[in-house]
């Protein structure tokens, strides 16, 4: 799977959009952007994924550049309870190799009041 | 929609003894996943299950770890012989297909004495 680099850490303001980034410079054609994260003490949640186009839904965008290098998870309205470690993953189409999330460090998000 | 179950949340074990932990995915998923977070470390991929077939245990120790996902019942990840190193959280996860988002419970917390 592609290696991924995220900021460690960063900071947003409540109520204002809060942009990750992330960098996979050498991802593969059938490799998709996935984004988690994780509250301290729980399980990771899914936010969204997409292969090469932009996604939204819900909980947030997904941003991704024409030559697939880099995305950017976009929280349009942050919260104190989005502070979280997010994950940036990129997984391969296959069912063996597929199946297993590679997770890095992540980028622990702090909202501030 | 019950989301996926793992119990119990918290596990003590003494050094030797044998550890059962458990996973019962979302319903209409029948695709599991077993990962592992030790202390102040990144989760780790261990297993990935069919109905009662492995399909990639890439990620699982060669010794003392099993994991089996029956026709009928949840997952079962067991532990035999507990160590002092064997103390993490346990994160189980489902899909609906080896090419659908993994979705978390909130894990099982496993402590050594």
């Known amino acids: 799977d592609a290696k991924t680099t995220q900021p460690p850490s960063m900071d947003c303001a409540e109520g204002r959009a809060a942009n990750l980034p992330c960098n996979h410079s050498?991802?593969?054609?059938?490799?998709?952007v996935y984004w988690y994260r994780q509250i301290h003490s729980q399980g990771p949640q899914y936010i969204i994924h997409?292969?090469?186009n932009n996604e939204t839904n819900e909980m947030a965008s997904l941003i991704i550049t024409e030559d697939r290098k880099s995305s950017t998870l976009i929280l349009p309205h942050a919260t104190l309870r989005d502070t979280a470690v997010y994950y940036c993953?990129?997984?391969?189409?296959?069912?063996?190799?597929?199946?297993?999330?590679?997770f890095g460090e992540g980028t622990q998000l702090t909202v501030n009041p | 929609n019950a989301g996926v179950m793992q119990n119990p949340r918290h596990l003590v074990r003494r050094r030797g003894q044998e550890a059962r932990l458990r996973c019962s995915p979302m319903?209409?998923?029948?695709?599991v996943y077993w990962y592992r977070q030790l202390p102040e470390e990144g989760l780790k991929f261990m297993v990935y299950?069919?109905?009662?077939?492995?399909?990639?245990e890439s990620g699982m120790p060669k010794e003392r770890f099993s994991a089996e996902f029956p026709k009928e019942g949840p997952s079962i990840l067991r532990i035999q012989q507990v160590v002092r190193g064997d103390s993490a959280a346990y994160f189980c996860?489902?899909?609906?297909?080896?090419?659908?988002?993994?979705?978390f419970g909130d894990g099982t917390r496993l402590s050594i004495l």
């Open positions: 996860a489902s899909s609906q297909g080896w090419d659908q988002p993994q979705h």
């Open positions: 050498t991802i593969s054609g059938n490799e998709y």
């Open positions: 997409g292969l090469k």
């Open positions: 993953i990129v997984r391969v189409a296959g069912e063996t190799s597929g199946s297993r999330l590679t």
């Open positions: 319903k209409g998923h029948s695709h």
């Open positions: 299950l069919q109905k009662e077939n492995i399909i990639d």
